[in-house]
């Protein structure tokens, strides 16, 4: 072996300056990366697990205690349908509440000087994260539809509408993820990001039309209620799903947030991630 | 393109770098020429600047003046072709602890767009030099520290760099991991990769670098061959510790009537109980030790030591240097 390798080494050869990398080379570094990430996840189910407890436990809790006096004439199944279009928004921000952590594990370590000395983009790292993180949503809303079908929630046949709200909250949640990401880069600690989100999103969740119809709030809340993008997110999946109420106007406004929220944050979070890195 | 500026082999070429880090220059116009094919050490103490100049040459940080180029890529107008000619490896493990050895290896090798097929052979075939095999599939972080710092070095080598920067390879390791690091380097240098390594240890530079660079507040203040360096410096010391103490200054007027003395007059030390015999050669030093024995001296320890890094820059700059805890320093080092 030891011999084997002494005789054969080659003179190395001469350097050509090739430039840039191509959009096929990004491709297929954030392939690598991506591979990478879900390695990683696949070796801490615990983190799953973090994502899909709050939503499950939400789930179970708002049907079973509360769906009988929210449901309309006491009906729990029909505050199932109700309930679990606008959970799948609630579960993509807790998924997207988690995706600083991973990256600040990644600055604190010598890997990134590992991969910035690599001839590399570096927003492929953060383009490979948000991958592998709206793979682990897609991941969450399956369970926890799973879960809403065991408790009562009726599909009644709409699965190409249900396909639709999933894949519009995946939309909206890629762009909680951008937001989650830069606050991620901007935040010292996993801690305090963890911590300052918590605060900042119950009143956002809880102050929208995920467990409760906004129509029901006094006037100051369903003021804020009206306008909170979580609002448009749930009403958008849950007209989709269960075809009442309006759907045009709610998966407009769920757009122009996704796009809008990503169009601003995404090129942020790159810029610091070059800046921090 | 070009292999280097001026024609010559030089696998790293340096003129007047300049990083400042707010207030303080971390490099303070600092040239540097390393041959290819050589081992190149940079020694200096604790924000020296070393830290910053490999990061430079490794594209992660952009200086603020001056030209380096490293393989002939400039750093700054070619990075990403530069990226494919080197390899780095920190201070610190860079390796993904959560991934195993062996995802570690294939990632890397996908980065540097090799094929599936050739960055899993590549991988495979790195973890059998490093001795890795059995641990492949083991996430790092279960790996000893030597191991882990092989796995580093296995990262770096992947892409067959031509340069590979060595950034304080054996700070932090045990003695026998220290070793089969040196052991690797060497294993490399013979293979053709040049290495530039910065280190605080006389003893590593002695063991691996033929020229020397020594650094200390971003500038540099000597260069030259390790032999050159250590006649100026002064080289070896003989410690002899006689087991009758009383005996030391018998021992010290027998070494001074003969001719095993040496240039440099040897001198006792009565607190510590030795003998210090600065030595110029290996025939110098056997002269030593049979005049010892001719003499029937009874020894309780014979020794010898490298010079320190303080005595070094004692040697070098003719004044103590600003030690390794002083705080302006230290920040710049971790500022990088």
């Keep these: ?277 | 393109m070009t292999r280097t500026t001026n024609g010559s082999d030089l696998a790293v070429d340096v003129h007047g770098l300049v990083k400042h880090f707010g207030e303080t220059r971390a490099l303070d116009g600092v040239d540097l020429a390393v041959a290819e094919g050589t081992v190149h050490g940079v020694l200096g103490p604790n924000g020296a600047g070393k830290t910053t100049l490999v990061r430079c040459l490794a594209t992660l940080l952009v200086p603020d003046a001056g030209r380096a180029s490293v393989a002939g890529l400039d750093v700054v107008r070619q990075p990403a072709s530069l990226r494919r000619a080197i390899g780095l490896t920190g201070q610190y493990a860079s390796v993904d602890e959560k991934i195993s050895g062996w995802e570690n290896l294939y990632l890397i090798g996908r980065l540097l767009d090799l094929s599936r097929a050739d960055a899993r052979s590549r991988a495979d075939a790195l973890l059998e030099r490093f001795s890795l095999t059995e641990a492949a599939h083991r996430p790092p972080r279960t790996y000893s520290g030597g191991m882990r710092r092989r796995l580093d070095l296995a990262a770096s080598m992947i892409g067959r760099p031509r340069v590979l920067f060595l950034d304080e390879p054996t700070t932090g390791l045990d003695p026998r991991t220290r070793n089969e690091v040196w052991a690797e380097v060497r294993r490399l240098t013979r293979e053709g990769t040049t290495v530039l390594l910065t280190t605080q240890y006389m003893e590593e530079a002695e063991h691996l670098a033929g020229a020397l660079t020594v650094v200390d507040r971003g500038r540099v203040i000597a260069e030259g061959t390790v032999d050159g360096l250590k006649a100026r410096v002064g080289g070896r010391t003989l410690e002899i510790r006689p087991a009758d103490p009383g005996e030391l200054h018998r021992l010290l007027g027998a070494l001074a009537q003969s001719r095993a003395a040496g240039p440099a007059a040897p001198r006792a030390d009565v607190a510590e109980g030795v003998v210090h015999v600065p030595v110029v050669s290996d025939a110098h030093l056997t002269d030593v030790v049979r005049l010892l024995a001719e003499r029937g001296f009874a020894l309780a320890g014979v020794g010898t030591h490298l010079p320190s890094l303080d005595e070094v820059f004692l040697a070098l700059t003719g004044e103590r240097t600003a030690p390794a805890d002083t705080t302006a320093p230290a920040t710049e080092e971790a500022a990088a």
């Design chain 1, 1 to 277: 072996m030891t011999t084997a390798t002494a005789t054969r080494s080659p003179a190395p050869a001469p350097v050509r300056d090739v430039g840039a990398p191509t959009p096929r080379d990004h491709l297929r570094h954030v392939g690598a990366l991506v591979r990478r990430q879900a390695l990683q996840a696949k070796g801490d189910p615990q983190s799953m697990m973090d994502a899909l407890l709050m939503p499950i436990v939400f789930t179970l809790l708002f049907v079973y205690v509360f769906g009988g006096a929210i449901g309309a004439d006491g009906d729990r199944d029909r505050y199932t349908d109700y309930l679990m279009p606008g959970m799948m928004a609630m579960t993509s921000i807790g998924i997207a509440m988690a995706v600083g952590t991973g990256l600040n594990e990644d600055l604190r370590t010598g890997v990134m000087d590992r991969f910035r000395a690599l001839p590399i983009a570096r927003s492929s790292v953060l383009v490979a994260k948000v991958v592998v993180e709206l793979g682990r949503m897609l991941v969450a809303f399956a369970v926890l539809l799973l879960v809403g079908l065991a408790v009562g929630m009726d599909v009644d046949g709409r699965w190409a509408e249900l396909g639709a709200a999933v894949a519009l909250t995946a939309l909206f949640g890629t762009s909680l993820l951008w937001i989650f990401m830069l606050l991620g880069l901007l935040l010292k600690s996993a801690q305090a990001i963890q911590g300052a989100s918590f605060l900042a999103l119950m009143p956002l969740q809880f102050g929208s039309s995920i467990f409760v119809p906004v129509e029901t709030m006094p006037g100051w809340l369903e003021a804020f209620a009206s306008v909170n993008p979580l609002s448009h997110a749930a009403d958008a999946a849950r007209g989709l799903m269960i075809g009442q109420g309006p759907v045009a106007q709610p998966v407009l406004w769920t757009l122009v947030w996704a796009v809008g929220l990503t169009a601003v944050t995404a090129p942020l979070a790159v810029r610091t991630f070059r800046r921090r890195t």
